[in-house]
């Protein structure tokens, strides 16, 4: 099984300016999430969240009648739907549709969908040049980086970073401020929308009753990438769907309260098949690929279901004080922060991913601010179970099932509990003393790792119970 | 009298702060309670709990429900622990249905420290005096598992001579999470590094905390960048006089 990426997270943690901005960025969208929902809005919040919970999960109950649903509305509407059971499967389709229609450029809008199935390689690797057009994510392009956030994909990147790059990859002049370093990409963009031929978008969410898919953002990218070239895909797990478009309301507006503070996003597309007769614009041909990618084997797994509820809001990434310290590029996949935490071994398996439900101090605030409220605490504990359990099978927990064995058999066993003192093998000492170091044969383990940043307190000679028993002693006598 | 506590006061009170359950009993009994220490007590189970060990976990638990099936209340200094009780024992014995009404039967009686003072015996003011600059520190659990938010620092503006600043980050966790200290030993140590920065801000003399865990990683902390600010559990702020 795979270590825990220790030298990656301290090379992080070392890394000042980086730390300083993922902290100080996660903590801005935590100050606008807060900002989002007054006092007053508090309770009608909380109500949404439970709403909205349970429109996933009957959705997710029903998926076999929503997605019959889907297909046939969406046909009627003149859109093709697609279903793709990996990512080679989505990849295959679009490069063959793209080499079909003689496209040579594809624009793309935000989507963490086309992230999880690296769909930007699938298609370089056909010639066919891919560009993003969110500009978190075109300057991700351009860094041959992948998005360390959910919502925010560049803001592991200060402003500085951004100007070197830009006057590296672009030729323009090196330029800091954040409005003109939009407007430099905006030039570029511009020309590249107006020249693909085919627009790729996610979707987030399907509306099942009408076929539409909805698409939220912020910078008309999306719009522009749906509507400006002649073929339009969108590519979307099958988890997106909910059954009618009034159950879209609620989403919308804890997404955007939840992502970034706003109450409602710049721009909320419905886009419904492609253009019909006698409409001016939209495009020819409209395509929704249906990704499973691993979704069904959770769907199968009622306790693990509520992982597919997730709408990408990032607020658990946010509000998460692990995230917040190592950022999303020493998480091993696309999804990072507590949510990457539970769905990565659930879609790649335990014995490859088995630390990630263990980066975690347990602290509850993922689950708290999750605007669909999936118990993220709980499923990281249940993890953690199926972790140990791959562990102890493979063979790599010995000690630690030994230690947990011992330690179970002594916490039954209240003389051998006394006897022994948890913690009071090392260092025993009269006064609770603060060890800054424990002699050689100690510092291993658990108590060198506690070491190498904090001090230790001794154990005191007298435990409680035996301060206890005294304490007894001296007031029978009083009496 | 008005009535009997049983102190459950943790592992790591027994083993390590033993002065925070001394502190815990005179401010009950200072309140009028009588108060025992069931001897046979050990641990919650919390440690293997969390740390995917649940078949070990389980005999730990259902020892702490033995030992304390008789008790009228059971009070522990400690958000953590109340709710490792009160939230993630049914949790641990799902399916169980003979451990689960145990359970059920013990759950209403345990009580973190804080809440019993104000919810059952009703009393905000514990006649305790701690001339001091403090800072409370909101422990995960307790803040978002048992809801314990205003109930510490409305004890606290009871405490004669103190003055309670709040931190800019009082519930942002400390970095401790059991096991997590030392497996994830640098994430852990650079989220005391916040919260030791956010404490100094305040230029408290104090950190006050329900949690001794929280309190043993953030002096630990403290301790290693030597700054004098002292650690103090609830308990013992209000048991000085």
Known sequence: MKPIPVESIQKTLSNDPLGEAIYASTGRLMAKRAAAIPDHLREDFEQWREQANRIKRHTLENLDYYLELLEERLRARGGRLVYARDEAEVARFITRLAKEKGVRLVVKSKSMTTEEIHLNEWLEKEGIETVETDLGEYIIQLAGERPSHIVAPALHKTRYEIADLFREKLAVEREEEPERQTLIARRVLREKFLSAGLGVTGANFVVAESGAIVVIENEGNARLCSSAPPVHIAVAGIEKLVPRAQDVAVFLKLLGRSATGQPLTVYTSFLSGPRRDGEIDGPQEFYLVLLDGGRTKILGEPSRRESLYCIRCGACLNHCPVYRKIGGHNYPWVYSGPIGAIITPQFHGMEKDWWLPFASSLCGACGEVCPVKIDIPRLLLELRVEAVREKIRSGEARLEHLAFRLWAWVMTHPRAYEAAGLFNLVLRDDETGWKGQVPGPFRTGPLKEWLRFRNLPAPPAKKFRDLWAARQQREALKE | ?241
């Open chain 2, 1 to 241: 009298m008005a009535g009997r506590v049983s102190l459950f006061v943790t592992c790591i009170v027994d083993q390590l702060f033993p002065r925070v359950g001394l502190a815990m009993a005179d401010v009950l009994e200072r309140v009028g309670w009588e108060v025992d220490f069931p001897r046979a007590q050990t641990c919650c189970g919390q440690p293997a709990f969390n740390s995917g060990y649940w078949d070990e976990a389980r005999p730990v638990a259902r020892h702490f429900l033995k030992v304390f099936a008789g008790a009228e209340y059971v009070v522990v200094p400690s958000g953590s622990c109340t709710s490792m009780i009160t939230h993630h024992f049914e949790q641990l014995f799902a399916g169980d249905r003979a451990a689960l009404s145990e359970v059920e039967a013990l759950r209403p009686r345990v009580w973190e420290f804080s809440r019993f003072l104000l919810e059952v015996a009703g009393v905000e003011d514990v006649g305790a005096r701690f001339e001091k600059v403090v800072t409370y520190h909101d422990s995960c659990h307790a803040l978002r598992e048992l809801r314990i938010k205003e109930g510490p620092r409305r004890l606290l503006r009871h405490v004669r001579g103190l003055e309670l600043r709040e931190m800019d980050t009082a519930e942002e966790c400390c970095g401790f999470g059991g096991t997590f200290s030392v497996k994830f030993a640098d994430v852990s140590g650079a989220m005391a590094a916040t919260k030791i920065d956010s404490i100094l801000r305040t230029g408290a003399e104090a950190v006050v905390s329900i949690d001794s865990s929280c309190l043993m990683q953030i002096r630990g902390a403290l301790e290693r960048r030597g700054a004098a600010v002292e650690t103090r559990h609830l308990a013992e702020v209000l048991a000085a006089q």
